[in-house]
C-alpha cells in the first residue's frame, strides 16, 4: 500500500483477474465520486519478514539510505468474501483498510510469475475513498460480508525504489518490503535478510499459524481480541 494523490485515471483491468468484481467495484466508485488513483492497477511485489529486534531493525533504514514516510499509525482491515468464499478460492483479496483518518478500498488477485517466485507477487488495485463505512454497507447489500478482522501498528520508510514498512501486530512483529524482485533482494541482504527468511504468507495466514500454534480462540487479529500486546507497544 502506497500513499496516493487524487487525480483522475480510468479503472485498469487485470486479464487474469475476476473482471465481473472488477465491474461491480468500479461502478460504486463511480457512483461515489471515488476517482482518484482510482482502480489504479499494478502488479505488487513484496516479502515479509518476522522481526526478533524491531528497534534494532529500525535503526538501519535511515543509515541505508530510508526517510520515514509515514510514523507509527493505527491500520485496521476489514476483508469481505461472499459467503461459500468464493474470493479466498481463487486467491483474491476484497478489503477496505482504515489507516489513521484515512480509508483505502483494495482488490488483490494472484499472478502466475509469484507460484516460482521467492517473492509474493499479485495484481493490485486500489482506490482512496472518503469513509469506508457507506461502501461495507454497500457490499454487504451485494451479498459480501466481512470474514476477518486484522490490526496493525504500522510505520512505513521509503527510498527512491521501494518501500519498507514495520508492523506492530497483535501476534509479533513484522516488516514488509515492498519494490522490484532485484531491489526486495538487494535491500534484504543489507539488512542481513537472508532469502531463506522471506514469506509470502498473508496476515490472515499467518494468523491461522499462530492460532494452531497456540490454542487461542480469537476469530480477529485484533489487539483487543488477542490483549497479549499494548495497543501502543512503541511507548514500551
Given at each position: 500500500?502506497?500513499?496516493?494523490?487524487?487525480?483522475?485515471?480510468?479503472a485498469v483491468f487485470h486479464p487474469n483477474v475476476s473482471n465481473d468484481l472488477f465491474v461491480q467495484v468500479a461502478r460504486i466508485c463511480e457512483t461515489m465520486g471515488m476517482t482518484g488513483e482510482t482502480a489504479t492497477g499494478k502488479m505488487e511485489t513484496e516479502i515479509k519478514v518476522r522481526l526478533t529486534d524491531r528497534g534494532g531493525f529500525t535503526t538501519q533504514l535511515p543509515r541505508l539510505g530510508?526517510?520515514?514516510?509515514?510514523?507509527?499509525?493505527?491500520?485496521?482491515?476489514?476483508?469481505?468474501?461472499k459467503?461459500?468464499?468464493?474470493?479466498?478460492?481463487?486467491?483474491?483479496?476484497?478489503?477496505?483498510?482504515?489507516?489513521?483518518?484515512?480509508?483505502?478500498?483494495?482488490?488483490?488477485?494472484?499472478?502466475?510469475s509469484s507460484a516460482n517466485s521467492s517473492h509474493k507477487v499479485r495484481a493490485e488495485t486500489e482506490t482512496e475513498i472518503e469513509?469506508?463505512?457507506?461502501l461495507a454497507a454497500i457490499f454487504?447489500?451485494?451479498?459480501?460480508?466481512p470474514t476477518f478482522v486484522y490490526e496493525k501498528l504500522r510505520t512505513e520508510w521509503a527510498d527512491n525504489e521501494g518501500h519498507v514498512v514495520v508492523d506492530v501486530t497483535p501476534i509479533g512483529d513484522f516488516a514488509e518490503l515492498e519494490g522490484s524482485s532485484e531491489w526486495i533482494d538487494r535491500i534484504a541482504a543489507k539488512l542481513g535478510i537472508s532469502p531463506a527468511n522471506y514469506m509470502k504468507a498473508s496476515y490472515g495466514q499467518l494468523?491461522?499459524?499462530?492460532?494452531r500454534a497456540t490454542g487461542h480462540p480469537a476469530v480477529n487479529m485484533t489487539f483487543a481480541e488477542i490483549g497479549n500486546q499494548e495497543a501502543h507497544p512503541a511507548t514500551r
Amino acid at each position: 500500500m502506497r500513499r496516493l494523490r487524487a487525480q483522475r485515471k480510468p479503472a485498469v483491468f487485470h486479464p487474469n483477474v475476476s473482471n465481473d468484481l472488477f465491474v461491480q467495484v468500479a461502478r460504486i466508485c463511480e457512483t461515489m465520486g471515488m476517482t482518484g488513483e482510482t482502480a489504479t492497477g499494478k502488479m505488487e511485489t513484496e516479502i515479509k519478514v518476522r522481526l526478533t529486534d524491531r528497534g534494532g531493525f529500525t535503526t538501519q533504514l535511515p543509515r541505508l539510505g530510508f526517510h520515514l514516510q509515514t510514523a507509527e499509525t493505527m491500520e485496521r482491515n476489514v476483508l469481505f468474501d461472499k459467503p461459500d468464499g468464493e474470493l479466498r478460492q481463487r486467491g483474491e483479496l476484497l478489503r477496505i483498510r482504515q489507516y489513521g483518518d484515512r480509508w483505502i478500498l483494495t482488490h488483490k488477485a494472484p499472478s502466475e510469475s509469484s507460484a516460482n517466485s521467492s517473492h509474493k507477487v499479485r495484481a493490485e488495485t486500489e482506490t482512496e475513498i472518503e469513509d469506508g463505512r457507506p461502501l461495507a454497507a454497500i457490499f454487504e447489500r451485494m451479498g459480501f460480508s466481512p470474514t476477518f478482522v486484522y490490526e496493525k501498528l504500522r510505520t512505513e520508510w521509503a527510498d527512491n525504489e521501494g518501500h519498507v514498512v514495520v508492523d506492530v501486530t497483535p501476534i509479533g512483529d513484522f516488516a514488509e518490503l515492498e519494490g522490484s524482485s532485484e531491489w526486495i533482494d538487494r535491500i534484504a541482504a543489507k539488512l542481513g535478510i537472508s532469502p531463506a527468511n522471506y514469506m509470502k504468507a498473508s496476515y490472515g495466514q499467518l494468523f491461522q499459524e499462530w492460532k494452531r500454534a497456540t490454542g487461542h480462540p480469537a476469530v480477529n487479529m485484533t489487539f483487543a481480541e488477542i490483549g497479549n500486546q499494548e495497543a501502543h507497544p512503541a511507548t514500551r
